[in-house]
C-alpha cells in the first residue's frame, strides 16, 4: 500500500509540472507542448468547479493545440481587469463587457455632419445633424452650444421624426371650398394660389391713412402664424416678408 501510494505521488507530481510547465507558455504566448490532445486548462476549471469553453487555438511548433479558454475566462473577469489594469476602481475598460466593447457609435458610419438649431421652441438648442447616402441617420445635441451645451429635451433628441418618419406629409393637400375630399397640388400650383390670395387681400384691406390723416401704410387683412417647425433661417424671412408687405399680426407659437 505504502508503494503504491508514493507511485502515485510521484506520478501526479509529474504530470504536474508539465500542466505547469504547458500552462506556462500558453499564458506567456510561446505556444504549447503537447498533451496528448488534452486541454492543458481543463483540470485546472475542473479544479476550481469553473465552467470551461474553449475559444482560442495557440499554435506551437510543428503542431496546433486547443488553449486558453480559462485564461480568456480570468481574463474577462472585471476584478482580475481591475486589479491588473490601468482602471484600478473599475469605472471604465475594467467594467466593460465584451459586449459594450464592440459597440460604435450611431453617428460613426456618417459621411457628414451639419449643424442646425432644433425647431421646436425658442431656447434655441444647437444640433448636430448626421448623414449617409443623403439621409439623415441621427440628430444630436450640439456640444459646443452656449446655450444647450450638447443637451436637447424629449422632442428635440426626438426631432429626427420630422425628416424620417413615414407619417411625415411631403406634398401639398388641398382641400376646396365646401369639399369634402383632399387632393395634391404641384408646389408651383400651390404657391401662385396662396400668392394670389395674399395680394388680393392686400389691396382690399390696405390702409394709407388713419382717420386724422396720420400715416399708417398697414394692411390688417393679412396675418402670419409661425409653426414650431419653421427654423431660423425661415422665421427670419418671414418676418422681414409680411412686414415688407405691411402686415401687424405676425407671431409664432414658439415665442410663447
Known amino acids: 500500500a505504502t508503494a503504491a501510494s508514493t507511485a502515485s505521488r510521484v506520478s501526479r507530481s509529474r504530470c504536474s509540472r508539465a500542466w505547469l510547465w504547458s500552462i506556462a507558455r500558453n499564458w506567456a504566448g510561446g505556444g504549447a507542448v503537447s498533451t496528448g490532445g488534452k486541454d492543458p ?11 470551461y469553453v474553449q475559444k482560442v487555438s495557440f499554435r506551437g511548433v510543428g503542431e496546433e493545440v ?16 481591475q486589479l491588473t489594469g490601468t482602471d484600478p476602481l473599475g469605472r471604465g475598460a475594467a467594467a466593460q463587457s465584451g459586449r459594450s466593447a464592440e459597440l460604435t457609435a450611431r453617428t460613426g458610419t456618417a459621411d457628414s455632419m451639419a449643424r442646425s438649431v432644433c425647431p421646436y421652441c425658442a431656447v434655441g438648442c444647437a444640433q448636430q445633424v448626421y448623414v449617409k447616402d443623403g439621409q439623415v441617420t441621427q440628430i444630436e445635441g450640439d456640444p459646443d452650444s452656449p446655450i444647450s451645451r450638447g443637451r436637447l429635451c424629449p422632442k428635440g433628441s426626438a426631432s429626427k421624426s420630422l425628416v424620417t418618419s413615414p407619417l411625415r406629409q411631403t406634398t401639398v393637400r388641398y382641400r376646396r371650398p365646401y369639399g369634402t375630399e383632399w387632393e395634391d397640388l404641384e408646389l408651383d400650383t400651390a404657391l401662385d394660389m396662396i400668392a394670389d390670395r395674399i395680394l388680393a387681400a392686400r389691396e382690399e384691406t390696405w390702409e394709407d391713412v388713419d382717420s386724422e390723416g396720420r400715416p399708417l401704410n398697414r394692411t390688417l387683412g393679412i396675418s402670419s402664424l409661425g409653426g414650431a417647425t419653421l427654423d431660423n433661417e425661415e422665421n427670419y424671412l418671414i418676418k422681414k416678408l409680411f412686414t415688407a408687405m405691411g402686415a401687424l399680426q405676425i407671431e409664432n407659437q414658439a415665442r410663447i
Do not use: K, M, N
Request: glycine letters at 12%; aromatic letters at 14%.
Open 41 to 51: 486548462w481543463a483540470p485546472l476549471a475542473d479544479a476550481a468547479g469553473l465552467p
Open 66 to 81: 486547443s488553449s486558453v479558454g480559462l485564461r480568456t475566462f480570468i481574463e474577462g473577469w472585471p476584478v482580475y481587469r
